[in-house]
């Protein structure tokens, strides 16, 4: 910050900091004298050549409390910009003037001191109660299931499927839809775009890993051949309603489209039916979907493939598992403005996410409705992110973990050659270096955390504690 700031500090509810700020004399004086040079260049008068105006001009014309006013704009943004950038303080997001413009108008006066009162949130100071010595029930993989699991994947990828003469979908049926995004303002025709979007959709209830495509199951089972339905705004599911999915399944919303209201929603088509087929395991399979000629061999390299995947697997378990712990533990009151930066962020994740499960094109849009009902669920999970960083960052300082200057000048290397090269130029040093700094310590503690806690581990099959 400007040596010649004077700033007091109060901390405020929920991550904020108040601050009294005093604004030298001499400060001020300069920003006048600033403004009064602009306003001689700039001001057009009669008689006078352009740039040349004389300040007793300039003052007859615009008044003095007009010149104050242009000079305290200048002061008001160049005082925020030197606080803002003041390390120690660690400002988040924009200071918010708590005196009100006019009454700071009436205050300020060249030669004389002016004091701002402000406000701005901050990096929030989290508290952990415990977070070490704990023990932590996690569930893991198993081996076996996953084992099952990837022959079944494979069945289904070697099955075929037959049309069915029934017309109304049921579980276990595949259904072949089409989805229609809403119109864009009424400029689709002008897309060189294909608006409809054609694929299967298995009506499993097992499809948990893949929540956009389960949430459009419960639609879909019921609709006969030909008939379209509005993609309800709920499709996301919303957790919190607990007992009320069962009335939401008989919601309007699982209706046909409105004519008028349902205009602005993704729609579904049920184009037709089909039945999977899937193929015996057995050597000629084996033979089939991979490159050997028995199952007992097909099994053995899968059980090599999926013992690498159950420890990577079981791995994130006990990290996801620990962190879960240490939000319990943890007292924390985030500040709005990282919240609402973690929140854009959570958005276009799941954006992303949603186009990639429906194999949709990047350029889908959806409805402002139905991004106002996923809003809770991004808000959550933007929250359930910051307290986990938090946490990790506190117990890092707690134990005074270090990044050796080698280590970080490395992992900076690293991701400077998986950017491309105008993407590295623009990248801010000091920013990059704190950015890199900040992952590797969260890395270090979580290690640190895996070292120092145990986990009650639970299987389908057995229940046993393990000291890591």
């Known amino acids: 910050m400007a040596s010649d700031l004077q700033v007091k500090t109060s901390p405020r509810p929920q991550s904020r900091l108040a601050l009294e700020v005093v604004v030298p004399a001499e400060r001020c004086q300069r920003s006048y004298d600033k403004a009064m040079r602009g306003l001689c260049r700039t001001v057009r ?36 910009r030197d606080v803002l950038n003041d390390e120690d303080l660690n400002l988040l997001g924009k200071l918010q003037l708590q005196d009100s413009f006019d009454a700071l108008a009436q ?11 402000m406000e701005a949130d901050v990096r929030p100071s989290a508290m952990l109660k415990a ?45 072949v839809i089409k989805l ?64 009320d999915g069962e009335a939401e399944n008989s919601s309007p919303a699982r209706q046909d489209p409105d ?35 028995t199952m007992a061999e097909l099994k ?24 879960n712990r240490l939000c319990e533990e943890m007292d924390v009151e985030l500040p709005q403005s990282m919240v609402d930066n973690e929140m854009e962020v959570v958005k276009e994740d799941r954006k992303k996410e949603f186009i990639r499960r429906l194999g949709l ?42 990044v050796a200057e080698t280590e970080l000048e490395d992992r900076i290397r690293t991701l400077r050659k998986q950017l491309k090269a105008g993407q590295a130029r623009k990248l801010d040093s000091r920013k990059l270096h704190a950015f890199v700094k900040t992952g590797l310590l969260r890395e270090k503690a979580m290690a640190w955390l895996e070292e120092h806690n145990t986990f009650k581990v639970r299987t389908a099959m057995v229940e046993s504690s393990v000291e890591p």
């Open 361 to 402: 094109s990047p350029d889908f849009t959806f409805s402002d409705k139905l991004l106002q009902q996923l809003e809770l669920a991004n808000l959550e999970e933007a929250r359930r992110r910051l307290q986990r960083n938090l946490a990790l960052e506190t117990v890092a300082r707690a134990e005074q973990l270090t």
């Open 131 to 175: 977070y070490r010595d704990l023990e932590v029930e996690v569930e893991e993989a198993s081996g076996e299931a996953m084992l099952a699991s990837a022959l079944e994947q494979r069945r289904r990828e070697a099955s075929t499927t037959v049309p069915l003469e029934r017309t109304t979908a049921e579980l276990g049926d595949v259904a």
């Open 300 to 323: 053995e390299a899968l059980g090599r493939e999926i013992d690498r995947q159950v420890q990577e697997e079981n791995k994130e378990s006990r990290q996801d598992a620990l962190l």
């Open 45 to 80: 008068l009669p008689g006078f050549r352009p740039g040349r105006v004389p300040r007793t001009a300039v003052l007859q014309q615009l008044g003095a409390r007009q010149v104050w006013i242009t000079a305290l704009e200048q002061l008001l943004e160049d005082t925020a």
């Open 259 to 293: 004519p008028e209201n349902g205009t602005n929603r993704v729609s579904i088509t049920l184009c037709g039916l089909k039945a999977r087929r899937l193929p015996e395991l057995d050597d000629a399979f084996a033979q089939k979907v991979s490159r050997f000629s």
């Open 107 to 117: 205050q300020f006066k060249p030669g004389e001191s002016l004091t701002l009162n």
């Open 180 to 243: 229609l995004p809403p119109p864009r303002d009424g400029l689709e025709e002008e897309s060189p775009l294909p608006r409809e979007r054609e694929l299967e959709v298995d009506l499993e209830e097992r499809l948990e890993e893949d929540e956009t495509v389960a949430g459009i199951v419960p639609l879909i089972v019921g609709m006969a051949v030909g008939e379209t339905r509005a993609l309800p705004e709920e499709t996301k599911g919303d957790e919190a309603d607990g007992e």
